[in-house]
């Protein structure tokens, strides 16, 4: 299995940048597809990103659609959330989640789909 840890969230004001790192320990990362969520008080949780195995294919959610951009380093082990142009709507607390899935695999969008999360860094975007 894999262990998921974030990092890299903070208060920023609206249209600042972020960047969001993920880091996976214990089995390699290149063996999972991985995904951002993330959850807002009272809401339920909403996918944000996700990429495949080798970082060819990614897909995002609407709401974040030409705003963030992930990306993989495997070699590191780690994976990354590079988001611009934050609004207050995209505070939340934000995951990092990894599923078991072969190399040709489609990417999905269902939080069910992901085997493995970290325990979520918060980002706090002010007005």
């Known amino acids: 299995q894999v262990k998921l840890v974030e990092s890299g969230g903070g208060l920023v004001q609206a249209g600042d940048s972020l960047r969001l790192s993920c880091s996976g320990s214990g089995r390699t990362l290149k063996m999972y597809g991985v995904g951002w969520f993330r959850q807002a008080p009272g809401k339920e949780r909403e996918f944000v990103a996700a990429i495949s195995r080798g970082g060819g294919n990614t897909i995002y959610g609407d709401s974040v659609k030409g705003r963030f951009t992930m990306s993989r380093d495997n070699n590191r082990n780690t994976a990354h959330l590079q988001m611009n142009d934050l609004r207050p709507d995209d505070t939340a607390v934000y995951y990092c989640?990894?599923?078991?899935?072969?190399?040709?695999?489609?990417?999905?969008?269902?939080?069910?789909?992901?085997?493995?999360w970290g325990q979520g860094t918060q980002v706090t975007v002010s007005s």
């Open positions: 989640a990894a599923r078991s899935q072969i190399l040709t695999a489609p990417l999905t969008m269902a939080d069910h789909e992901y085997d493995y």
